[in-house]
């Protein structure tokens, strides 16, 4: 099956700063690219859909200050979590949808927020 | 608004058993598919399988197959053979066709004992 990879696995970072973690479809093209978050034994909540060269369509609740999403080509899109806070703490997966409607998800991305 | 409800939060079963895993939906679309979804301790979501609402005849993957109800609204996942690797979180989903979002159920935590 196609793969997706997440960048970083992992990262700690300090009250008040941003982090960006990185989504790349490896080998196919996506046009439409998706964020979740999820806190431990729950389900994926769908963040915001990512459309390349156009803006992202947040969910309701969801602040698009604060998580800038950007695709800016058919392999990669990123999301940018800006002034993150310890409450932002959380599992972050985003997948990468192909021409079948198929989704592949990446790893996920830990983000811990001291 | 479409639903999916997956009312058994956890389940066990021994080795080389059978489990079944229910999930409900609710929509008024026609055309969408329906898919389980796997994810271990590692949190690295994997497809089981996937139905296409159209389609009569029940999807099966090796020892995963589905009990697909159309007008009952039901898509249950049954695991033959059950394997200690079968242990892990499983979700339903549903996306509507064309260009739909997936939308999880709640997840039914599975432990396969020895």
């Known amino acids: 099956g196609a793969v997706v990879s997440q960048h970083p696995s992992r990262v700690i970072c300090k009250s008040g700063t941003s982090v960006k973690i990185e989504c790349r479809s490896l080998?196919?093209?996506?046009?439409?690219m998706f964020w979740y978050r999820q806190f431990p034994k729950q389900s994926l909540m769908l963040m915001a859909t990512?459309?390349?060269?156009?803006?992202?369509?947040?969910e309701q609740g969801v602040e698009k200050d604060k998580f800038l999403i950007n695709h800016a080509s058919l392999t990669l899109s990123t999301l940018t979590v800006t002034s993150a806070h310890p409450e932002d703490s959380s599992f972050y997966i985003c997948?990468?949808?192909?021409?079948?409607?198929?989704?592949?998800f990446g790893p996920g991305t830990r983000l811990t927020v001291t | 608004a479409q639903t999916v409800t997956q009312s058994q939060p956890e389940m066990s079963v021994q080795e080389a058993e059978t489990v079944t895993l229910s999930c409900t939906y609710d929509?008024?679309?026609?055309?969408?598919?329906l898919f389980w979804y796997k994810q271990p301790p590692s949190r690295q979501m994997i497809l089981v399988i996937r139905?296409?609402?159209?389609?009569?005849q029940n999807a099966t993957e090796n020892r995963f197959s589905v009990n697909f109800q159309k007008a009952a609204k039901s898509f249950s996942l049954k695991i033959s053979d059950s394997q200690l690797g079968d242990t892990a979180m499983y979700f339903c989903?549903?996306?509507?066709?064309?260009?739909?979002?997936?939308?999880f159920g709640q997840g039914t935590e599975l432990s396969v004992k020895p």
């Open positions: 997948s990468a949808r192909d021409q079948s409607y198929e989704q592949y």
């Open positions: 080998d196919f093209q996506a046009t439409t």
């Open positions: 990512s459309n390349e060269g156009s803006k992202a369509t947040y």
């Open positions: 929509t008024s679309e026609s055309n969408y598919y």
């Open positions: 139905q296409e609402a159209y389609k009569q």
């Open positions: 989903a549903f996306m509507i066709i064309p260009g739909g979002k997936l939308i």
